[in-house]
């Protein structure tokens, strides 16, 4: 079957067509980047709701790697060579380097949290 007979098939049946390259490639990026926040966060925010809501965020977000990480690990002990050096070598990179991302962002909000909730926040400007 062609490709534009398999994209053809997909869009019928509701499936949403696969990123190309360059998007699946910045969306990669943008997962393992260390530093990168999410729409609408705002790290110099005074407000304890704020800092409670992201805390919130980040710990869902890690509890849902976690689980992640949690299938891989488990499912690529049952796999045969290249295959289980790929996912060892991508797929568990990835994971791990997002669920790092996540800690630190969710240990960032914790403190500004206690920050915010203690009164202890100066102005950094």
Do not use: C
């Not at 190309?20 to 969306?27: G, I, L, T």
């Not at 809501?53 to 509890?63: R, T």
């Not at 202890?120 to 400007?125: G, Y």
Request: net charge negative; charged share 35%.
């Amino acid at each position: 079957m062609s490709d534009t007979m398999n994209k053809d098939a997909g869009a019928e049946r509701g499936a949403k067509p696969a990123p190309d390259h360059v998007e699946a490639q910045n969306a990669a990026l943008d997962a393992v980047e260390p530093e990168r926040l999410l729409d609408g966060e705002n790290e110099d925010t005074a407000y304890v709701d704020d800092a409670l809501h992201w805390s919130k965020v980040y710990a869902e977000l890690l509890d849902f790697k976690r689980k992640l990480l949690d299938v891989a690990e488990r499912g690529v002990t049952s796999m045969d060579g290249e295959a289980e050096s790929e996912v060892k070598d991508t797929d568990l990179k990835v994971l791990k380097a997002e669920a790092a991302r996540f800690e630190r962002r969710l240990a960032f909000w914790k403190t500004r949290t206690d920050q915010l909730s203690a009164g202890t926040v100066t102005d950094s400007a």
